[in-house]
């Protein structure tokens, strides 16, 4: 088993920065990737960045490329997701999930489905 909990999150200002950090601890060294999804009120959840564990191979949603950033520290068994230029609607309630490796995983990184473990959420709220 693996443990996930994401620290953060707050309310922040429309243009303003905010750092999401996820540590993981347990049954770590299956570990294959990292990632962030939020859901927004009333709305399913959504993929935003997801990270390889020994590689640091990213991919973004179309959404927050160019303006979120993700990064790991392996010895801290720690992900980072840097906030920039944050908008209304990025308000949500995030969550840090872990994936161990499936081949199923390179073609639906962005899917819930290929991910075994999820952290409660931490909310980032985006005021106008």
């Known amino acids: 088993q693996v443990q996930l909990e994401e620290s953060g999150g707050g309310l922040v200002q429309a243009g303003d920065s905010l750092r999401l950090s996820c540590v993981a601890s347990?049954?770590?060294?299956?570990?294959?990737?990292m990632a962030w999804f939020r859901q927004a009120p009333g709305k399913e959840r959504e993929f935003v960045a997801a990270i390889r564990w020994v590689s640091g191979a990213t991919n973004y949603a179309e959404s927050v490329k160019g303006r979120f950033a993700l990064s790991r520290d392996n010895a801290k068994n720690m992900v980072y997701l840097q906030m920039n230029s944050l908008k209304p609607d990025d308000t949500a309630l995030y969550y840090c999930a872990s994936a161990i490796w499936s081949p199923r995983f390179s073609a639906n990184y962005y899917s819930r489905q290929v991910y075994d473990y999820w952290g409660q959420g931490t909310q980032v709220t985006v005021s106008s």
């Open positions: 347990g049954r770590t060294e299956r570990t294959y990737a």
